[in-house]
């Protein structure tokens, strides 16, 4: 007869290991969906901003002349890649122009001879002017194309 009574109490342990078990189960399959659910909706603030939609391209009259150090020359002319937030008008190049002959007027002509200079000194230019040409938080320059280089 002792068998029958170790049996009840036998039963009882089976089904509290069982249920700590489902529950354990639960908690981590839970937690790790928690867990997923977070790293694959990301943080808002870290999103990529939306790549704007190119638009009208403004381009420069005529190229300009621009004094580099020791006796060079550069003669440039460009483009503004513009958005399509910028509208159908195209604006006055008159800034950007300025601020082109600013950035380059005494840059050793070294710089500019090599890929990784052209690049350096191109990207400064078009963050200058990208700033210079925002408006109401709307982005209307998005990149610059030059039709001349040429240095002397």
Do not use: C, W
């Not at 489902?22 to 790790?32: D, N, P, S």
């Not at 007027?105 to 990784?116: H, N, Q, R, S, V």
């Not at 052209?118 to 408006?135: V, W």
């Amino acid at each position: 007869m002792m068998s029958d009574k170790e049996t009840p109490t036998e039963a009882p342990k089976k089904s509290k290991k069982m249920l700590m078990i489902i529950v354990i189960a639960l908690v981590v399959l839970g937690g790790g969906g928690a867990g997923a659910f977070f790293m694959l909706k990301g943080d808002p603030a870290e999103a990529k901003p939306k790549e704007p939609e190119k638009g009208a391209v403004a381009a420069m009259d005529n190229a300009i002349t621009i004094n580099l150090a020791d006796g060079h020359f550069l003669k440039m002319g460009f483009t503004l890649q513009l958005t399509a937030d910028a509208g159908e008008e195209a604006p006055d190049l008159s800034e950007a122009i300025d601020m082109a002959i600013d950035e380059y007027t005494g840059m050793p002509i070294a710089e500019l001879e090599t890929e990784k200079g052209r690049e350096k000194a191109k990207e400064d230019l078009l963050a200058k002017i990208e700033k210079a040409y925002q408006e109401e938080d709307k982005q209307i320059v998005m990149d610059i194309y030059f039709t001349q280089f040429v240095t002397q």
